[in-house]
């Protein structure tokens, strides 16, 4: 069956850095595009970014550009999201889901269960 397994979540000081990892199984992971979201509390879940298949097209939402880079080692079924300068706002949990950008969320069937992303002084 289709596995997402999140890591790498931590507490961090605002202008931080911090690398989420999320390792795939249980499908061809190499065939499909992947994407990052996350979920403030008491706010909706929010798309981050995306990465196609061959990991040569990546998307992003207005608020990380720049700061958030999307990537995926297809030999080691994990797709990355290398986060840079960042800022209070961005605390949520963070999820990995298995679609590009262009799928809407209530269409992705499988989710991980998120890795929590703290950022304060």
């Known amino acids: 069956q289709v596995q997402l397994v999140e890591s790498g979540g931590d507490w961090v000081q605002p202008g931080g850095s911090l690398r989420v990892s999320c390792a795939a199984s249980?499908?061809?992971?190499?065939?499909?595009?992947m994407s990052w979201y996350r979920q403030a509390p008491e706010k909706e879940r929010e798309l981050v970014a995306s990465?196609?298949?061959?990991?040569?097209?990546?998307n992003y939402a207005d608020s990380v550009k720049g700061r958030f880079t999307i990537s995926r080692d297809n030999a080691k079924n994990t797709v990355y999201l290398a986060m840079n300068g960042l800022k209070p706002e961005d605390t949520a949990v963070y999820f990995c889901?298995?679609?590009?950008?262009?799928?809407?969320?209530?269409?992705?069937?499988?989710w991980g269960q998120g890795t929590q992303v703290t950022v304060s002084s």
């Open positions: 249980g499908f061809t992971f190499s065939n499909y595009a």
């Open positions: 990465v196609s298949q061959s990991g040569s097209i990546t």
């Open positions: 889901t298995v679609g590009g950008w262009d799928m809407i969320e209530n269409r992705r069937a499988y």
